[in-house]
């Protein structure tokens, strides 16, 4: 049951009846989820990446094929399937316009779409419950999966409660979908309810001034068909239709009623022994007591607007607690890899300034009485100089820093833009601040650890490749402490 089609089949809304799709960029989170819900529907699907990754791995693992190579020639040899009548082309805006394999699809005729306007199709069949924002979107809109199993979901990473980032559920009138704001993908989308968690300016690579990157969030808000669910006091002005009602959410860290507050709201919070508990508050009642299975001080908020979202589709309300409690978390969205008396590791996806402030807020508030030590790869060169100030800013908060070269993606490098430039503000000496390569990390984590005279918290962050360096420093700290 779970491989039927359940939205649209890919000819309602390709002109030719492909057989084949051919992702180019199929190691992305958002394009891999695509490939695996194709996959199930039974078309012939593969892909192009430019490097292996654990990713691609469970693809391949599942029985699509995967290229690292960007080479035509691939389409030439005799067992070829590969035609411009029979397949549709996916692509994602992180393959660069110089791909050997874009211009070859281009210039045989291919038909070719980008992975936000597939999604949109995809989803439009269903009531689409979106959340887009800044910050939040991955772990919030698996937060309202998870409340709402069993249901369609199409997320920005891996559930740790499914281990996937695709769900299928054909009877479901539901899918819950992250829309991304980058390349203004989430124009494409349809939202039942959407939650905006957030619209501090972002990919100004792309928008240019934070007006437009926020005139972009209030276009989004035009093309809600059902109720927007906004973080209370966001700069953003909603373009909503009529009919359309707005909600806000928020958290309240006092003990009492909000006045003149959102209308969903956490209060009564309580923080001790590595839990977060608090009351949950709609407009009409409270739901006493909620536990968050990833008790982390950002998780409160993204926990009330699923919650919210939950709420307005008419789930009741005394699942909450349950489910919430066994909520387990998506891959890379504050990960604790290592809990010991002298050391804990913690990985995230941080990459924007608000983010790792958001981070390394909630561990502050987590572990008070441990030194933090910080380990940031910066992702692209133009948010690395476009963000300089705010990187600086969050980074001198930590005890200690140490840097990673920028992850360039699909960049070319602009000249004075290094990691080195985000420690120049005077705080940072060779004792607690520090530029150093993937191959010298571990033996300078291991050294910085012995020299502290206080349990350690290390924390690694950034949406580049710093994620393949995980495994080999959770090793070896559980080897050693």
Known sequence: MIYAIFFVTLRDFCEMKAKNIFFLGIGGIGMSALARYFQRQGYHVSGYDRTPSELTGELEAEGIEITYEDDPSIFHCPLSIFHSDNTLVVRTPAVPEDSLLYRYFREHGFQIKKRAEVLGDVTRRKQALCVAGT?????????????????????????????????????????????????????????????????????????????????????????????????????????????????????????????????????????????????????????????????????????????????????NLSTFNSQLSTFKGVQRRFNIHVHTPKIVYIDDYAHHPQEIATAIDSIRKLFPERRLIGVFQPHLYTRTRDFKEGFTRVLATLDECLLLPIYPAREEPIPGVTSEILLANGQWTMDNGKLVEKQDLVPELKRRIALSQQPVVILTVGAGDIDRLVPEITKSLNAEY
């Open 135 to 315: 910050h939040g979107k991955t772990t919030t809109s698996t937060m309202i999966a998870h409340l709402l199993q069993p249901v369609n979901a199409f997320l920005g990473g891996i559930s740790m409660n499914y281990g996937t980032n695709v769900l299928i559920e054909p009877e479901s009138p539901f899918v819950v979908v992250e829309a991304d704001e980058y390349d203004r993908s989430f124009h494409q989308l349809t939202p039942y309810i959407s939650v905006v968690t957030a619209v501090d300016p972002d990919h100004l690579d792309i928008y240019g001034t934070p007006e437009a990157y926020r005139e972009a969030f209030a276009h989004y808000t035009s093309l809600i068909t059902g109720a927007l669910v906004m973080k209370h006091g966001i700069a953003l002005v909603p373009r909503l239709q009529p009919g359309v009602k707005c909600y806000t959410y928020g958290m309240d860290n006092g003990q009492g009623k909000m006045e003149n507050g959102p209308d969903f709201y956490a209060t009564n919070i309580r923080v001790g022994e590595g839990t977060i508990v608090f009351d949950f508050v709609t407009p009409r009642e409270t739901v006493k007591d909620i536990r968050l299975g990833v008790p982390v001080w950002v998780n409160i908020e993204n926990a009330v607007a699923a919650m919210a979202v939950a709420y307005l589709v008419g789930k």
